[in-house]
């Protein structure tokens, strides 16, 4: 155990390092952060003493020792647009992106269990292959197709007069398909709980609630249908198995048998690939955050990158890769307990 | 009983009604822009955001009125002293959130922090010096003849000298303009606006509370409290709009008008802006746009009636010079002048019938649909056998590739900060010198000193007949010579609810002036 955290720490340091330097390498690449900064009619003259200033002048490799040097002791630099400690930025806006985070995975594993489980159980049944047919559409849609649609139908609301409004059928048609709209479509509002350090909750008011609503179904619709599918096709890989055969003949109950014995190892995949896609959570984060204007991480990036705020770009990477590196530590460490003939550090046992 | 209720209702009324009258600015505005104010510090940055900033919590001595005119703000009145000298009486009794009371003194400081600021020196450079009469009394002072005085002086907004003198705790000057990093006046403020800073959250959002003292107690506003979210996605800023989440919202995409024109819920309120659109065609990389015939070519070939109908639906301006209606350079007589055959035959004459191939590069998120705009006139270049290759790129990337000139045909919009044409050539047409800073955006090489000389004597000439005789003859000269090819002039946009009254506090500058909003 002590090894393999050892190991997994050497680890994390290294992919910091090499992130840092890919990141410092390509800021070339990202623009001239003094365009932001000053305004249009200000002197060649002024940017240059501007960008003396800041060290913008100097050769890369001084650039990087220096920033490498205040990073060992903490310190990941300056934003150039906040003003303050890159590192303290991206705390602020960190809770926002775990809360959002926390709300689509709740209505994945609400969702896909269930409906994953049913339809492993019951292939043939309608229902089952109705989820199967939802699920193929939802996995194919754009995240930012999702919000917009969830924004136009219960934000904004949708009045259908296609059907004739004088006959009590076209009537109750007509309002089945028309939508109030009302719920917030941008932001975390204002109802928000201070817990910590940083950390405003929204999950402590109706207000915050609400407006964790549609960006939290938008993230969750791109991973849902996948999470859905795999937990479907390994439960019926397992339901084939011969100690569910020997449960059965036993006589142990269906319930006991699919959702304590079956389920268990059907787990066992979903968790690895689980941990996998808090990556493409991260991506996908990005443009949620930006069609919702959520002040997350992921929003502050983008915004980092159109201002060519490099310090920030930079320690948003190497935060990024950190939590890649803690996430798929835990996953191993879960697995490890779900299923105990696995070896952490992969040694012979 | 029923007599007894209506004495009782009569009686209300006669009791609300002074209440209503003290609790005027109650209403509550929840508005979005696609951006937030980058620093408290009006000094630190010139740009939109921080002008649009300015005037919500400072007063500047004059501010611009929908006519283009100067109503005074902070300055009670104004003369002209001599050639050089302008004398401004300050209004009495205006006080500061700090509660101090403005004096000449804040001027003299707001001054001098100017003149030191990176951002606003350039602006300030024909001023000499500020003399002090008296408390109330003071006189900007010019190195020479300044037609644009108080073009000038709406950008002075004083600020509470001595809450902005000393050090702070670590020993910083709370004066200092600090580009990088924080400083005091980056996030404290003591302005005379009407609405002083509640909360801030960079990025996130901004809670402006009404000045209970506020000087100007004429002002209609009624607004008390103001809520600021910035929202950068065009679709997400127009949706917060229709779904309710926000009374008032801008800048409004032009896919997006006719859906806010449709709500029955929304206002919408347009007009032509100021900012120039244009291409330069860079003479020291291509030989050919040393000649004025070829110019003239691409001038007939580019057809910016369409563009602004087709790319921009309606929603610009089109453009054959670059100063805007209601600036002093404005030549009423200069029209597009959109001619293929015309371009062609010119093509012919110059002995370019065959065409040649050049590069174009230009912005993608800058200016509105500015990279539908290059495709476009790429397009239009075709058909006088120029090949265009095209390259656009982010706003960040962008800047660097334009001062390198990068290209030989490259996009700019430009506004000039003082709302006055010279602005334009001294930036966009001058010849290009990197000592003294003269056609710093110039990226065409165009260069004309006789025309300069011309922009130069304007620059000194204070009867203003004169001046604008001079400059529309410059825009003439220009659009003859076709030293580059001016597109249009963006549109603004802004909508709102219904109950929210924004027409009357627009303008083309796009400073809302919010302390005077009226909220039904």
Redesign the interface.
């Given at each position: 155990m002590l090894a393999f955290l050892v190991q997994r720490i050497s680890q994390a340091i290294l992919v910091m390092f090499v992130i840092s330097v890919i990141a410092f390498a390509i800021q070339d690449?990202?623009?001239?952060p003094l365009?932001?900064?000053?305004?249009?009619?200000?002197?060649?003259?002024?940017r240059e003493?501007?960008r003396d200033?800041?060290g913008l002048n100097d050769p890369l490799v001084v650039q990087y020792l220096r920033f490498a040097g205040n990073a060992v002791q903490g310190d990941l630099g300056?934003s150039?647009?906040?003003?303050?400690p890159t590192l303290d930025v991206i705390l602020?806006h960190l809770p926002a992106t775990l809360e959002l985070a926390i709300g689509a995975s709740l209505i994945i594993l609400f969702f896909s269990v269930p409906i994953g489980v049913y339809a492993a159980i019951r292939p043939q049944a309608l229902l089952s292959k109705f989820f199967m047919g939802v699920s193929t559409v939802g996995i194919s849609i754009p995240v930012f197709l999702t919000a917009?649609v969830l924004?136009?139908l219960f934000?904004?609301?949708v009045t259908v007069d296609l059907f004739p409004a004088d006959t009590g059928w076209g009537q109750n048609l007509n309002s089945a398909l028309s939508t109030e709209?009302?719920?917030?479509?941008?932001?975390r509002g204002?109802e928000l709980t201070h817990l910590f350090g940083t950390w405003h909750s929204g999950f402590f008011s109706q207000g915050g609630l609400l407006h964790l609503i549609l960006p939290a179904i938008s993230l969750a619709s791109i991973m849902l249908p996948l999470f859905i599918r795999l937990i479907r096709a390994e439960m019926m890989e397992v339901l084939q198995s011969d100690y569910v055969r020997y449960a059965r003949a036993k006589g142990l109950q269906p319930g006991r048998i699919n959702f304590l014995h079956a389920l268990k190892n059907t787990m066992l995949p979903v968790i690895t690939v689980g941990g996998v896609q808090i990556g493409t959570m991260v991506a996908y984060t990005i443009l949620t955050e930006?069609?919702?204007?959520w002040?997350g991480v992921g929003?502050?990036f983008l915004?980092a990158?159109?201002?060519?705020d490099i310090p920030l770009i930079v320690a948003y990477l190497m935060v990024v890769g950190l939590i890649f590196v803690i996430t798929n530590t835990i996953v191993d460490l879960i697995y490890g307990l779900v299923n105990p003939t696995v070896k952490l550090t992969g040694k012979k046992a | 009983m029923k007599k007894l209720l209506t004495a009782f209702v009569g009686s209300m009324a006669l009791a609300a009604a002074p209440v209503a009258m003290s609790a005027e600015a109650n209403k509550e505005l929840k508005m979005?822009y696609d951006a937030d104010p980058?620093?408290l510090d009006i000094h630190e940055?010139?740009?939109g955001g921080i002008l649009q900033l300015s005037h919500m919590t400072f007063d500047p001595l004059v501010r611009w009125n929908k006519e283009l005119g100067f109503d005074g703000r902070l300055a009670e009145s104004w003369e002209r002293i001599d050639e050089n000298t302008m004398r401004f009486k300050l209004r009495e009794g205006v006080k500061f959130h700090s509660g101090n009371e403005l004096t000449t003194k804040d001027v003299q400081f707001t001054f001098n922090r100017l003149k030191q600021s990176?951002?606003f020196?350039?602006?300030f450079k024909p001023f000499s010096g500020i003399n002090v009469i008296d408390d109330y009394t003071f006189e900007l002072v010019t190195s020479e003849p300044y037609p644009l005085l108080l073009n000038t002086a709406t950008y002075i907004f004083p600020l509470d000298s001595e809450f902005y003198s000393g050090k702070t705790e670590d020993g910083q000057a709370k004066d200092a303009i600090?580009?990088?990093?924080?400083s005091f006046a980056?996030t404290n403020m003591s302005g005379t606006g009407p609405f002083t800073v509640a909360s801030r959250?960079?990025?996130?959002?901004v809670e402006f509370e009404r000045f209970d003292d506020y000087w100007d107690t004429e002002s209609p506003g009624n607004v008390g409290k103001i809520?600021l979210?910035?929202?950068?996605?065009n679709?997400?800023r127009v949706?917060?709009l229709?779904?309710?989440?926000v009374d008032f919202v801008a800048p409004v995409p032009p896919t997006d008008l006719e859906r806010i024109r449709n709500d029955k819920n929304s206002a919408l309120v347009t007009m032509s802006g100021t900012r120039i659109i244009l291409f330069h065609m860079n003479q020291e990389r291509v030989e050919a746009f040393k000649n004025p015939k070829v110019r003239q070519a691409i001038a007939h070939a580019i057809n910016q009636e369409g563009i602004a109908a087709k790319i921009m639906k309606g929603f610009a301006t089109p453009a054959a010079q670059m100063s805007p209606e209601g600036y002093q350079g404005h030549n009423p007589s200069l029209a597009p002048r959109f001619d293929v055959a015309k371009a062609q035959e010119l093509m012919k004459e110059a002995g370019y019938e065959d065409g040649f191939t050049i590069t174009m590069m230009a912005p993608n998120?800058r200016y509105v649909n500015d990279a539908k705009i290059a495709q476009a006139v790429a397009a239009m270049l075709a058909r006088i056998n120029i090949t265009v290759d095209l390259k656009t790129l982010?706003?960040?990337?962008?800047?660097?590739e334009y001062?390198n000139r990068a290209a030989d045909m490259m996009m700019i919009g430009?506004h000039a900060?003082t709302e006055d044409s010279a602005n334009f050539f001294e930036?966009l047409t001058f010849c290009p010198d990197?000592d003294s800073?003269s056609g710093?955006?110039n990226a065409g090489n165009y260069c004309n000193p006789e025309l300069d000389a011309l922009v130069e004597k304007a620059n000194v000439e204070t009867d203003l007949d004169k001046r604008a005789a001079m400059l529309q003859e410059v825009e003439q000269r220009l659009y003859d010579e076709a030293a580059f090819i001016p597109l249009h002039w963006q549109d603004l946009a802004w909508a709102s609810k219904k109950n929210v009254q924004i027409e009357p506090i627009l303008n083309v500058m796009n400073f809302p002036y919010l302390g005077d909003l009226v909220v039904e």
């Open positions: 690449g990202l623009g001239d365009q932001q900064m000053v305004g249009m009619s200000v002197s060649e003259e002024e003493a501007i200033e800041m300056i150039y647009f906040y003003g303050k602020e917009i924004i136009q934000s904004i609301g709209g009302g719920l917030p479509s941008y932001g204002d930006t069609v919702f204007q002040p929003l502050m915004e990158i159109t201002r060519s | 979005a980058v620093t940055q010139l740009s990176q951002d020196k350039a602006i600090v580009k990088h990093g924080k980056s959250q960079q990025g996130v959002r809520v979210t910035p929202i950068k996605e679709n997400t949706s917060a229709l779904s309710g989440g998120n982010p706003k960040a990337q962008y800047w660097p001062d430009w900060d930036f990197a800073g710093q955006y």
